[in-house]
């Protein structure tokens, strides 16, 4: 199962410059118990509320994302719109937990 997950980088007038594809990693347990947070992001319907979790986990975030999408430099990142980095920080998550879910385990009866 290959995924693909595109993310716009725009300009100051609102135009797409630079279109990054994702090269989804499996993420280290430290990463994803960081993020756990974002999973709640749905429930979230305060924009302020949504920024303070997005920004506590900002260090972790950019580490997996710098991971995912290796040719996004800093000012591209503060150049995607937030409305779009939440879903795709989204199927990231949900694509590592399905990984996960896929490990088989040695059972012994």
């Known amino acids: 199962y290959k995924m693909e997950i595109k993310l716009n980088v725009y300009d100051d007038e609102n135009n797409i410059v630079k279109t990054s594809t994702a090269e989804v990693m499996e993420l280290k347990f430290g ?3 960081s993020l756990m947070k974002l999973l709640n992001v ?8 949504l920024l303070k979790v997005v920004y506590g986990a900002w260090e972790q975030l ?20 937030l409305s779009e980095l939440i879903p795709v920080l989204m199927t990231i998550l949900k ?7 896929t490990i088989p385990s040695d059972s012994k009866n």
């Open 31 to 33: 990463s994803i118990r």
């Open 95 to 101: 694509y590592s937990f399905t990984q996960m879910l």
């Open 62 to 81: 950019t580490k997996i994302l710098n991971g995912c999408f290796p040719d996004m430099t800093d000012e591209d990142w503060d150049n995607v719109k």
């Open 42 to 49: 749905d429930d979230i319907d305060d924009t302020a509320q």
